[in-house]
């Protein structure tokens, strides 16, 4: 049995902010692969299911989101189950809206639900990282993972919740690159910019003027093979 956690604060005030992402992938999971309806248990709301062959219980913390270790922390506990087993859906404000990371282990970043968690059952678990992006000035995150998503996020949000839906059993079976992989391609598919790029976009080839573009062009030199220019070219080059 496997623990999929999402992670956010209860209540209707609440439900559209961008701190509340992991309880939208939650309920985008358990949406799309027919999970039981949602009951409390926990200090929580659980769902269960399968995906990838793995029984697997939904569970959204209703601790409000600093306190989320206690509910998870106690679900680990009733099924006698390590940290190893537990993968937690939340918002990351140093990951560009869109993007998606996935790894084991890791300090909290600031992050307040995920230190809850650490204090409860350690760091070993997987976390999958949705970027909401950062508000430019450390003053402003607060009210930014606070603050609903716009109407423009919808564009790639939907998309983005509807891959890790799609693509959830592949973090049941432990593929996570290839989880990261799909989501990527599906909001590429949709021309959703997730900023794994950051390239700068290639230079526009530099015009002729219309004074160079008139004349003809010039036949290149012919180099002579013999005589005595041909000597000092090969004296100079050093050629064979």
């Known amino acids: 049995m496997l623990v999929f956690a999402g992670l ?8 559209n902010n961008r ?20 009951s409390k248990k926990f200090q929580g709301l659980i769902s269960e299911g399968t995906l990838g062959g793995e029984k697997i219980l939904l569970i959204k913390p209703q601790t409000f989101m600093n306190l989320s270790g206690q ?6 506990r009733f099924y006698k189950l390590e940290a190893a087993a537990l993968t937690v859906f939340y918002d990351e404000i140093d ?27 350690g760091n070993a678990y997987r976390r999958v990282r949705i970027g909401v992006g950062h508000p430019g000035v450390k003053e402003m995150v607060h009210g930014h993972v606070l603050g609903d998503f716009a109407k423009a996020d ?14 959830a059993g592949l973090l049941a079976k432990g593929d996570d690159n290839s989880f990261m992989n799909r989501i990527t391609l599906a909001l590429r598919d949709k021309l959703v910019p997730t900023g794994d ?19 003809p062009q010039q036949p290149a030199a012919k180099i002579p093979e013999s005589g005595p220019m041909a000597a000092m070219l090969k004296k100079l080059f050093d050629k064979d």
Do not use: C, T
């Open 197 to 215: 790029d950051d390239r700068p976009p290639p230079k526009a080839p530099k015009q002729q003027s219309h004074i160079r573009q008139a004349r």
């Open 154 to 167: 919808r564009e790639w949000l939907d998309v983005l919740l509807d891959a890790i839906a799609d693509d």
């Open 71 to 76: 509910s998870v922390g106690e679900a680990l």
């Open 8 to 15: 956010g604060n209860p209540g209707a005030k609440y439900q």
């Open 95 to 121: 990951l560009a809206a869109g993007k998606v990371r996935v790894k084991v282990g890791g300090g909290s970043g600031g992050h307040n639900g995920i230190r809850s968690l650490d204090q409860h059952v």
């Open 19 to 38: 701190h509340n992402v992991g309880f939208m992938a939650a309920d985008a999971i358990a949406r799309r692969h027919s999970f039981s309806p949602w």
